[in-house]
């Protein structure tokens, strides 16, 4: 049984494989219109999500399949106190497939433990979140046909971000890849992505706090909301939430193949004004979210011998 808990447990290959099969979903709806006929979809989601529950949910219906699931764990048994562990065990009973969201870093991997079907990590705290970096992954290929020999600016709660998280885990595989990371200092990327992941894979990575200054070196913007909920106060939410807002003005030094990314959802660090930048790819980004996931769904039904 193979799960889905972070980016680094899929090889570069089977990442190609995903990004080729994604390429074959989006030419051909058609042809896997029934592939998972009969087959089920739980999405737990003990935290809030729009895109990644719901683009999740309609990847299996373009599937042929169904789902089940609880947006909050306060409709689920989580909140008479079931545990992680049970409440995946008891869910393999009912679903071919299980997306978890938790907001306890590692939950995933102790539902995995007990499952007795593939577990995806659909955002467990501020640690990982390996299939919105599937999504970005599709997004960089269908932009710029290639992961190799790109600038990638990352800007905004580098700390908390987990999709930045697993971005760098992601992206570092890759050949003459440069990191950018803008933020303040109180905000900046974790030490161990440094030490664990950006030092050993020896790629060039630097750490600024204005974007103007890198602005013309950029392939990628990847910019990012600060995360409101992961913070101990309101009061340092506050003092930090406007820190870096994108707006056309900025972008006046850009390349004109700048790609401009955004998991989403936004707040106001990107200016709406850019939207109608011909640059501006978050929401195509979004909409390559379900593709990737109508992938992930059938191989790891596949892998699992369940299709
Ligand atoms: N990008 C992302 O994870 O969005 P949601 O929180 O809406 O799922």
């Known amino acids: 049984m193979r799960h889905l808990l972070d980016t680094t447990d899929l090889t570069l290959k089977e990442i190609d494989d995903l990004i080729s099969l994604a390429e074959d979903i989006i030419e051909n709806p058609d042809k896997y219109a029934e592939v998972c006929k009969r087959k089920k979809l739980a999405t737990l989601f003990f935290e809030p999500s729009t895109r990644t529950r719901l683009s999740f949910e309609a990847a299996m219906m373009e599937l042929g399949g169904n789902v089940l699931g609880f947006s909050e764990a306060a409709s689920s048994s989580a909140s008479k106190g079931e545990s992680v562990e049970d409440t995946a065990r008891m869910v393999s009973c009912y679903a071919d497939i299980i997306a978890m969201r938790h907001p306890l870093e590692g939950a995933p991997r102790v539902a995995a433990d007990k499952a007795l079907v593939p577990i995806i990590n659909a955002g467990d705290g501020g640690h990982a979140h390996p299939t919105q970096t599937l999504t970005d992954l599709l997004t960089i290929y269908r932009e710029k046909g290639t992961f190799n020999n790109l600038t990638i600016g990352l800007c905004g709660d580098l700390k908390f971000g987990r999709t930045v998280h697993s971005l760098i885990k992601a992206m570092s595989r890759y050949k ?130 369940l299709l």
């Open 176 to 305: 003459n890849v440069k990191f950018i990371l803008i933020s303040l200092k109180e905000l900046s990327v974790p030490e161990y992505i440094k030490t664990d992941v950006l030092e050993p894979s020896g790629c060039e990575y630097m750490e600024v706090e204005q974007m103007e200054d890198v602005m013309p070196q950029l392939d990628i913007l990847y910019m990012t909301r600060i995360q409101r909920e992961r913070f101990f106060s309101e009061e340092e939410y506050l003092k930090h939430k406007d820190a870096f807002i994108l707006d056309t003005n900025k972008l006046q030094s850009a390349k004109a193949s700048l790609t401009i990314m955004h998991p989403l959802p936004r707040v106001n660090e990107i200016s709406t004004a850019v939207d109608d930048d011909p640059r501006a790819k978050y929401f195509e980004q979004a909409l390559n979210g379900k593709y990737i996931r109508m992938a992930l769904i059938i191989t790891l039904l596949k892998w699992g011998e």
